[in-house]
């Protein structure tokens, strides 16, 4: 074998190359983001950030998430427990399904609804007689981040309630627990570090969301743009600081995110690998 | 839930039925959505502002326009999908006669206003970066070695069907040119395009925040907003020898505002359009106002060019189909890439 000089230099080597690719790719556009939105002047990044549209899209952005992530957290435990507690033919079938918006394209996951409820799409019509908006409107919005973000929540639980088992809850059934004094007992409190990690990034994930949005949203101005999308609207206008300035309020979330998800993993025992 | 009769569509339920249905919006000011293309977003910013104060006095009533913009062919896509436009605005007629093939708006819309509805002209120009350093005047300049052109792509873009007809006007009418000829030019001019923007917004973005290409055509409005925002030190504009005469229609979306029951207002907002103040507006926005009086305060602005329409190539209908449409010219000598 090499000698261990070789060895610790080629270690030493290799974690140069990620430090300086990691530098590249994830600093340099953060960095990016941050000096070209204080290029101005922080009154400029308060200026665009309480514009009636940015608030606008601010709250739209807060709305979809709180619709949609507790809607997720909710489908996702029951979908975990469904699959991480039983038997079931189509067991495998769920399980995969659950993933299925991963390996979609979030493109995609925005114009099946408009497919569906489209002026055009399969409910189009009896949608448009009886005046329901669907597509270009907030459930729109909501149905395509909801479809885009269902895997966080059940994958997050997934390996947890499979490794726990049931025997907990039996013995708790056992005892003459009734199934909601169980849940709230006993499941609930063993899942809760997990569950709240895959919550975390299921809202992440919510407010960040451009493609999916994007196709159903219809770029009305102060009604349907999300933060994400008023960041591209701006760009647009030639509007850089007021661009930067939401891009950066979005980062400032991401980094909130990762910083609460590390505090999680470390509830969770630090034992736990990453699942995405 | 009580849920209003809209079958019947007399004019007072469904207007009834509109502010109804909308339960969210049911306490709120009477709204128009306005759908137009990319590069209006500054003009009706501002002409809102002033329709608004101006329907205010004439009817006492508040109103609230909303805008949508996009590239002109993704906006009567949304439309077309449900998007409820009271009024559409987009870069070229084609794509509103789109709307009508579906029973949107009467087929005649063309027609119920002024000037083919269109209350506003454009024209393609070239964008060049400052002191000209690749010596471009005139079309046939793209087609030095070493120049790079920015252009939408055709397909999805209605500023780059008007920059891809502009310069096909232009070989169509030099000494001795074909059909074959024409389509050479047009073949070589694409081999100096890097790379296709979806919109003109994107290709604008694409030559003045990245630094692409040497010469960006562009609607004249474009170029004009683009050394308003980045410089008048660091772009020159150059007026070729022949453009087009780009005509932006405009027009209500009569089964929208039949439904919504905002014919009126639609109707006064589009007519605003043709106002002395509605002229004066498009015009502060670098777009050609029709209105002569308009036309002539702003006639240093705004130097005469030779121009060829639309009909000169048969009409949007043939244009589409002999250029634009699934195996038409762009098709034969586009290969991306090269």
């Not at chain 1, 039996?170 to 007992?185: D, P």
């Not at chain 2, 019947?8 to 009834?16: G, N």
């Not at chain 2, 040497?214 to 772009?235: P, Q």
């Not at chain 2, 015009?283 to 002539?296: M, Q």
Request: charged fraction near 15%.
């Amino acid at each position: 074998m090499a000698d261990p000089h070789v060895t610790r230099l080629r270690h030493g080597a290799l974690i140069t190359l990620t430090l300086v690719l990691m530098t590249l790719l994830l600093l340099l556009p953060l960095g990016v983001i941050f000096t070209e939105t204080f290029s101005r002047g922080l009154g400029a990044v308060l200026g665009a950030l309480t514009d009636p549209d940015a608030i606008d899209a601010i709250r739209l952005t807060l709305t979809v998430a709180a619709v949609s992530v507790p809607l997720n957290a909710i489908c996702g435990t029951a979908a975990a427990w469904c699959i991480g507690r039983f038997d079931f033919p189509g067991r495998t079938l769920l399980t995969t399904l659950i993933e299925l918006p991963f390996s979609v394209s979030p493109v995609i996951s925005g114009l099946v609804w408009v497919l569906l409820f489209g002026a055009n799409g399969w409910f189009g019509s009896w949608l448009d007689q009886h005046e329901v908006r669907i597509i270009f409107a907030l459930p729109g919005l909501i149905l395509a981040t909801v479809f885009v973000t269902f895997p966080f929540v059940a994958r997050s639980l997934l390996p947890l309630m499979r490794e726990q088992g049931a025997a907990e809850e039996e013995a708790a059934l056992t005892l003459g627990a009734t199934g909601w004094q169980t849940f709230f007992r006993v499941t609930l409190p063993n899942i809760r570090w997990a569950l709240l990690y895959g919550v975390l990034l299921c809202n992440a994930r919510a407010m960040g969301e451009f493609g999916a949005v994007a196709v159903v949203s219809g770029h009305i101005r102060g009604q349907t743009l999300t933060m994400p999308l008023f960041v591209e609207a701006l760009f647009n206008d030639y509007d850089w600081v007021g661009a930067f300035s939401v891009a950066a309020l979005l980062s400032l979330l991401a980094l909130v995110t990762l910083g609460l998800r590390v505090l999680l993993e470390r509830q969770m025992g630090g034992s736990r690998r990453d699942i995405f | 839930m009580p849920r209003p009769l809209l079958t019947r569509r007399d004019a007072i339920t469904t207007a009834a039925g509109a502010l109804l249905a909308t339960t969210a919006h049911a306490a709120q000011p009477t709204s128009l959505l306005n759908v137009s293309y990319d590069p209006t977003r500054e003009l009706y910013r501002d002409f809102n502002r002033a329709f608004i104060k101006a329907w205010k006095t004439k009817t006492g009533e508040t109103l609230v326009v909303n805008q949508s913009h996009n590239g002109s062919g993704a906006s009567a896509r949304a439309v077309l999908d449900g998007l409820q436009a009271d009024v559409v605005t987009l870069a070229l007629a084609a794509d509103i006669d789109a709307l009508a093939k579906h029973g949107l708006l009467a087929t005649n819309w063309q027609t119920r206003l002024p000037d083919n509805a269109s209350p506003y002209t454009s024209t393609i120009v070239l964008l060049v970066r400052k002191g000209n350093p690749k010596q471009i005047h005139d079309w046939p300049d793209l087609l030095k070695p070493g120049v790079q052109v920015i252009t939408p792509n055709p397909k999805t873009s209605g500023g780059a069907r008007w920059n891809f007809l502009a310069a096909l006007a232009w070989a169509q009418r030099q000494p001795g040119a074909t059909d074959a000829s024409a389509e050479a030019y047009i073949k070589a001019l694409f081999h100096q395009v890097p790379v296709l923007d979806t919109g003109a917004r994107g290709a604008t973005t694409s030559f003045a925040q990245r630094g692409l290409g040497d010469v960006l055509i562009a609607w004249e409005n474009e170029a004009f907003l683009v050394r308003k925002e980045f410089g008048d030190t660091d772009y020159e504009t150059v007026l070729p020898s022949i453009s087009v005469l780009a005509e932006p229609p405009v027009a209500v979306v009569d089964s929208i505002v039949d439904k919504r029951g905002t014919r009126k207002v639609a109707e006064a907002y589009l007519q605003y359009l043709y106002t002395p103040e509605g002229q004066e507006i498009a015009a502060r926005n670098f777009y050609r106002p029709r209105d002569t009086a308009t036309a002539a305060k702003y006639a240093k602005v705004f130097p005469p060019l030779k121009l060829v329409t639309i009909q000169d190539f048969g009409g949007w209908d043939k244009a589409q189909a002999t250029y634009f449409a699934d195996g038409g010219m762009f098709d034969r000598i586009y290969v991306p890439g090269k």
